[in-house]
């Protein structure tokens, strides 16, 4: 393994910690979606000197919560952060099983409309539709994966001329792997689960990827089956571990800090932003993300 030695304290970490309030304050909030249960909202944010006529990067997140519940607030810093290093930054809702008692089937609909939202509306946001990424934690990890690799779930009547797929994937402790899922799945057969997990479906098309997992996280496996897989097929997939810590690990300090310096390293690799980081963490203690070769 490679190792990544990074400084971070393990004080609270605040949205101060990525961007100032006025650049927070620049998110814009669109209906992407209407579905039997009702209307699904989009929360964009413009860089600062963000203009219609651009043509940027841009990456959705996808909250996590089972498919059962979660709440788009939870990638608040990581959108309000990329969006000062330029990228049109998105959080998307969708539908989960304790506001609109549906199954994970529907929420992987719901991403890959999203995704496909944002580039029908490229021109209006300013975004460069070759360069949209999918990101998001846990179960919403799972659908970002799923709008990259997963076949079919289409929305009736969306626009299939215009993809679902996004360019990259970032992606926090995601489930890649549906069929071992009995809690989350009652009601699913055991082909649907199939069909909705994303390890599955690796091939030499796969858009590159950065993963991030906890050693102490159970779908930590799925992680590194994803890397395997893609390894085969000559795709660019990074796997980064926390020692000793769970699920969900990166909501917390210094984790969230660290994987999205991380995350800003893979997208200027990408091209997707230019440069360093320009957050850093700070030097109260010493925490380690580790690269999985």
């Known amino acids: 393994m490679n190792r990544i030695a990074v400084l971070a304290s393990i004080t609270l970490l605040s949205a101060a910690a990525f961007c100032t309030g006025e650049e927070q304050a620049a998110v814009?909030?669109?209906?992407?979606?209407?579905?039997?249960?009702?209307?699904?909202?989009?929360l964009v944010h413009l860089p600062p000197d963000w203009k219609a006529s651009d043509r940027r990067p841009a990456i959705v997140f996808f909250?996590?919560?089972?498919?059962?519940s979660g709440s788009v607030r939870q990638f608040l810093d990581q959108a309000s952060y990329l969006a000062t290093r330029g990228v049109v930054t998105a959080r998307a809702d969708y539908r989960v099983k304790s506001r609109q008692g549906v199954t994970p089937v529907a929420c992987?609909?719901?991403?890959?409309?999203?995704?496909?939202?944002?580039?029908?509306?490229?021109?209006d946001l300013g975004i460069d539709p070759k360069r949209i990424a999918a990101g998001g934690g846990s179960a919403g990890g799972h659908i970002a994966a799923c709008t990259a690799l997963v076949p079919g779930h289409e929305a009736e009547g969306e626009d299939t001329a215009i993809s679902s797929r996004p360019s990259a994937l970032v992606l926090f402790n995601p489930v890649l792997d549906m069929r071992q899922l009995d809690k989350y799945t009652k009601g699913l057969d055991a082909e649907t689960c199939a069909a909705i997990s994303p390890i599955r479906y690796v091939s030499k098309e796969m858009p590159p990827a950065i993963l991030f997992y906890g050693t102490k996280d159970r779908f930590l496996a799925d992680g590194r089956a994803m890397l395997a897989e893609a390894k085969q097929h000559g795709n660019r997939v990074e796997l980064y571990t926390a020692e000793g810590q769970p699920?969900?690990?990166?909501?917390?300090?210094?984790?969230?800090l660290l994987t999205v310096i991380e995350a800003d390293r893979f997208l200027a690799s990408l091209g997707y932003v230019a440069g360093e980081p320009t957050i850093q963490p700070p030097e109260e203690a010493v925490q380690t993300l580790r690269k999985v070769d």
């Not at 909250?63 to 059962?68: E, Q, V």
């Not at 992987?108 to 995704?115: L, P, Q, T």
């Open 28 to 42: 814009r909030e669109h209906t992407y979606k209407s579905t039997p249960q009702g209307d699904l909202k989009i």
């Open 63 to 68: 909250f996590g919560g089972g498919w059962t």
């Open 247 to 256: 699920h969900a690990f990166f909501n917390r300090p210094p984790w969230k």
């Open 108 to 123: 992987v609909e719901d991403a890959k409309s999203a995704v496909r939202w944002l580039r029908a509306h490229a021109d």
